[in-house]
């Protein structure tokens, strides 16, 4: 008796009798993770943004200072691997213009094309590692940064002897990487790894 009393559970739900928009939309537990991770992601990066508008742009070490959102954002497209985080570059960084911090439209294209190039190259050299991954968002973060300083010489918003506020503020969003990574790698561990190597 009572291993008839005991059922086994299932996600399996049959189809609602009435279809409505909450009885239909059921989602399994790896959807739901899946969802809760990139709601997560979301979330940090609104932190990111709000902490370096508020906090950290009246923090300056020679001229030169942080860029948190754009840190977050090349950590978790070189997490999520080329299919899924070529997508997500794109989407963020126009998010990122959007939300008025960004220097300028340019800077889409930028994270972007840095955020895809830097990804393609670990997959295709490196194995998957906490250093490669660093490095390699380091490494755009760093050409995102001269890639600001060549567009604002050719548009006449900075002077030549600024190289060294550029460069500086590449190192020290690399050095900012390294602490952020823990949190964005933990995130990305909810509901599973999509990424296949």
């Not at 691997?81 to 570059?89: A, L, M, Q, R």
């Amino acid at each position: 008796m009572a291993k008839k009393r005991r059922k086994k559970y299932s996600e399996f739900k049959p189809d609602a009798k009435r279809a409505t928009l909450f009885k239909t939309l059921r989602l399994t537990i790896q959807q739901r993770q899946r969802l809760l991770k990139w709601g997560l992601y979301c979330l940090t990066i609104v932190l990111a943004v709000v902490v370096q508008d508020v906090i950290m742009s009246r923090v300056s070490f020679f001229g030169a200072t942080t860029e948190l959102a754009v840190c977050v954002i090349l950590l978790i497209t070189v997490i999520e691997g080329t299919e899924v985080g070529s997508i997500f570059v794109l989407i963020a960084s126009t998010l990122y213009y959007f939300t008025g911090t960004a220097p300028g439209a340019y800077s889409i294209g930028l994270l972007t094309f840095l955020g895809v190039a830097v990804d393609l190259f670990r997959q295709m050299y490196w194995n998957r590692s906490r250093s490669s991954i660093v490095l390699c968002a380091g490494l755009a973060q760093m050409g995102y940064e001269l890639g600001l300083y060549a567009v604002g010489l050719f548009l006449g918003l900075t002077r030549w002897d600024r190289v060294g506020v550029f460069a500086l503020t590449g190192v020290i969003n690399i050095i900012v990487m390294i602490p952020l990574y823990s949190l964005i790698y933990k995130i990305g561990l909810i509901g599973g790894n999509t990424w296949k190597e």
